[in-house]
């Protein structure tokens, strides 16, 4: 069981993004999202599906269907560049997805 | 504020050993699994493995490509959990990132605070 992330992702500031990760047991599990910019740790935006954490913006939201779990930019700024990675557990094992690169140009 | 501080990175041979430290402090340490995170240079994430809290045995979990070659344990004395490497391999260079679980046993918790990380380089 894996998580498909695409590598990569453009869109324009001030536009709606969507990143999307596909995995078979999405349907039934929740899906995390987390934020690493360039030289940092990563950021925890995105949990139980479509939770925001304290301090995350609104403009960042979540959503699932069927086995796709998809993370929602909307009007993107420049400082959201970075990639991004979803979670979820497999029993006992947690799953990454191979990450997707945000580029706001 | 909590905060999570790697130590113990380097430059080790292979098939040499390295233990790595993660003191954690402004959070009650005993109450939350831990667990350990990787990040091979240039690579995406690729979690290592997890320690359940005492009150939830204090087991440990550990993903397959690092299985029975690293050990992750924990000193709630301390505040600190450990990630013990053998037999370490030029595929196991990395950033290593210690990470908060917050359910006690584990799963279907979510990583919500990371240290900074502490790069490991496993070179000849």
């Known amino acids: 069981y894996e998580l498909t992330q695409p590598p990569s992702v453009s869109v324009s500031p001030g536009q709606t993004a969507s990143i999307t990760c596909s995995g078979d047991k999405l349907g039934e599990e929740y899906a995390w999202w987390y934020q690493q910019k360039p030289g940092q740790s990563p950021v925890l935006i995105i949990y139980h599906d479509n939770k925001r954490p304290s301090g995350i913006p609104e403009r960042f939201s979540g959503s699932t269907s069927g086995n796709t779990a998809t993370l929602t930019i909307s009007g993107t700024q420049t400082m959201d560049e970075a990639d991004y990675y979803c979670q979820a557990w497999d029993s006992i094992n947690v799953l990454v997805g191979g990450g997707t690169k945000l580029t706001v140009l | 504020e909590v905060q999570l501080v790697e130590s113990g990175g380097g430059l080790v041979q292979p098939g040499r050993s390295l233990r790595l430290s993660c003191t954690s402090s402004?959070?009650?340490?005993?109450?939350?699994?831990m667990s350990w995170f990787r990040q091979a240079p240039g690579k995406g994430l690729e979690w290592v493995g997890f320690?359940?809290?005492?009150?939830?045995?204090?087991?440990?979990e550990h993903a397959a490509s690092v299985k029975g070659r690293f050990t992750i344990s924990r000193d709630d004395s301390k505040t600190t959990v450990y990630l013990q490497m053998n037999s370490l391999k030029t595929e196991d260079t990395a950033v290593y990132y210690c990470?908060?679980?917050?359910?006690?046993?584990?799963?279907?918790?979510?990583?919500?605070?990371w240290g900074q990380g502490t790069l490991v380089t496993v070179s000849s």
């Open positions: 990470t908060r679980l917050t359910e006690p046993s584990g799963y279907e918790g979510h990583f919500d605070y």
């Open positions: 402004g959070f009650t340490f005993g109450d939350y699994a």
């Open positions: 320690i359940r809290s005492k009150a939830s045995g204090g087991t440990t």
